[in-house]
């Protein structure tokens, strides 16, 4: 597993005095506002301050406080660091979950998830093998997840 996952692109700056506007790429952008460190470029950026606003991030980093200073981090891709974050019993990066094998209440292998689709009531694991389908990433379909043993066991219904 990757030490540094990407969470996020500084889109634009915010204000005068060094603010940047940062598109989360997390459940809710208040999650970004929980660390006290971020990656631009693999260098690390303390998090002077961070709020959301309109569901975006808008943060200030440690030594950029002018607007010409934030347009350098322009377009940037924003990356936390593993280990600065604990996640609840059953929430998982995303990027852990691309490449698990998917089986069935019955053992039987049905492929590898190879996306994630993040439509807006919630997401769906897009797994290919024989044939290709959509699984709700909710616990009526999702019944166990495996991230040490590489494995998903899913709930099929009909038409699946």
């Keep these: 597993m990757n030490e540094y996952l990407e969470c996020g692109q500084v889109v ?3 204000g005068i005095r060094g603010e940047v506007r940062i598109v989360p790429w997390a459940d809710s952008p208040e999650f970004l506002c929980r660390l006290k460190t971020l990656y ?3 260098k690390p950026m303390e998090v002077k301050s961070c709020r959301v606003h309109k569901g975006s991030n808008i943060v200030q980093f440690a030594g950029i406080d002018t607007v010409e200073a934030a347009m350098q981090l322009r377009d940037k891709v924003v990356s936390l660091r593993r280990g600065d974050v604990h996640l609840p019993e059953g929430r998982y990066f995303l990027a ?3 490449g698990i094998q998917v089986v069935d209440e019955d053992g039987k292998e049905l492929g590898t998830l190879e996306e994630i689709l993040t439509p807006s009531a919630q997401n769906i694991y897009l797994v290919r093998g024989e044939r290709e389908i959509m ?3 909710v616990p009526e ?3 166990d997840v495996d991230i040490a043993g590489r494995t998903m066991k899913v709930h099929l219904i009909e038409g699946m």
Excluded: C, E, S
């Design 12 to 14: 634009n700056t915010h």
């Design 40 to 42: 631009l470029d693999g």
């Design 96 to 98: 852990d979950l691309i």
């Design 135 to 137: 699984i709700p990433a």
């Design 141 to 143: 379909f999702v019944l």
